[in-house]
């Protein structure tokens, strides 16, 4: 076990892979304020809150604890930027981005990934921290990949790929699930996830055109697996993603239960949608790193400093 000392312990909550934020708000003279946050979570549907810390030691510590509001911006992955201009000391943080008031006031930054406009709820003393619980009274979300952040680097689907070696296939694969059921279409490796070669079109386009091929109207959400499968000679990226109602074009739900998938031949798929099914029973998400037969779960938690 590590020493509880605040270093390692900041190390640890580091290796979580998260989402980067930036929250904003107004100081009472109605400047629009921000900071970048990834200790941003969901806490409650009914009523909608989420919640967000602030360090104690914060410039705008007395003007977001006092503010009638604030939004959440999730950054999209063309964002590092205005994740780096919103974390350093920077005068005018506002001056190199667009943004526009949100519906109930706190300020909305163009190209972002989904924005949540807050009416303050609550303000809780956490340590070092205050938390920032705000009720969702307007919202928005696109279809761009959210910006990731894990052991003090920023993730993107084109980062995640570039760490793959480049003398194989680069497959991109979409985990696509409805209500407890999970999409799969059958191709030339047998039954599985629809999927494709990025080729030279890119991971976003790759998954963008699967996801129109399947007729349905599908939200790409997180990396959920990266691993070699040196079987296939294939690199392997899958993406959880989430479909409204409606019949696809090709391929059936099957039930999400790790008994459900002995039909899919290639078995670090097989693998992979089995602990799919375990982990949406559980409702708890982990992205895999790794190989067709060993890897690493990495834990995905919506929170962190
Ligand atoms: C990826 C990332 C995530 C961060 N998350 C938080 C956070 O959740 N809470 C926080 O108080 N600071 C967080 N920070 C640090 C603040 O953004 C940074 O200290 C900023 O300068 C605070 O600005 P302020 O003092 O003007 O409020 C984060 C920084 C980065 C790069």
Redesign the pocket.
């Known amino acids: 076990m590590t020493q509880l000392d605040s270093r390692a312990l900041r190390n640890a909550f580091g290796t979580f892979m998260t989402g980067?934020t930036v929250v904003t708000s107004h100081d009472p003279g109605r400047n629009p304020i921000g900071?970048?946050?990834?200790?941003f979570t969901s806490v409650s549907i009914d009523p909608p809150l989420v919640l967000?810390?602030?360090?104690n030691?914060?410039?705008?510590y007395k003007a977001l604890t006092s503010a009638d509001g604030f939004a959440v911006n999730v950054l999209s992955e063309s964002q590092i930027e205005v994740?780096n201009t919103?974390?350093?000391?920077v005068e005018d943080r506002f001056a190199s981005v667009e943004w526009r008031p949100g519906p109930v006031g706190s300020p909305v930054i163009e190209g972002v990934s989904a924005w949540f406009d807050c009416a303050m709820h609550k303000t809780v003393d956490a340590g070092d921290?205050v938390i920032l619980i705000g009720e969702v009274k307007a919202f928005d979300s696109t279809t761009s990949a959210g910006l990731g952040?894990a052991r003090g680097a920023y993730v993107t689907p084109a980062t995640a790929s570039g760490a793959l070696s480049q003398n194989t296939d680069l497959i991109v694969s979409a985990l696509i699930e409805r209500e407890g059921h999970v999409l799969l279409v059958e191709g030339e490796q047998g039954l599985a996830p629809p999927e494709a070669a990025v080729g030279s079109r890119g991971v976003s386009a790759t998954l963008n055109r699967l996801i129109g091929a399947t007729g349905l109207s599908v939200e790409p959400g997180f990396v959920y697996s990266v691993f070699e499968d040196a079987t296939h000679k294939r690199q392997h990226i899958a993406f959880l993603c989430q479909a409204a109602a409606g019949a696809p074009g090709k391929g059936v739900f099957q039930p999400l239960e790790p008994t459900s998938f002995g039909a899919v031949s290639n078995p670090a798929i097989r693998v992979m949608l089995e602990r799919l099914a375990q982990e949406s029973q559980l409702g708890d998400f982990g992205i895999y790193y790794g190989d067709q037969n060993k890897g690493e779960v990495r834990p995905i938690i919506r929170g962190g400093?």
């Not at 967000?52 to 360090?55: D, Q």
């Not at 030691?57 to 705008?60: A, E, I, V």
């Not at 919103?86 to 000391?89: E, G, H, I, S, Y």
């Open positions: 980067v900071f970048t946050a990834n200790s967000v810390c602030l360090a030691s914060s410039r705008n994740s919103f974390a350093r000391p921290h952040y400093l």
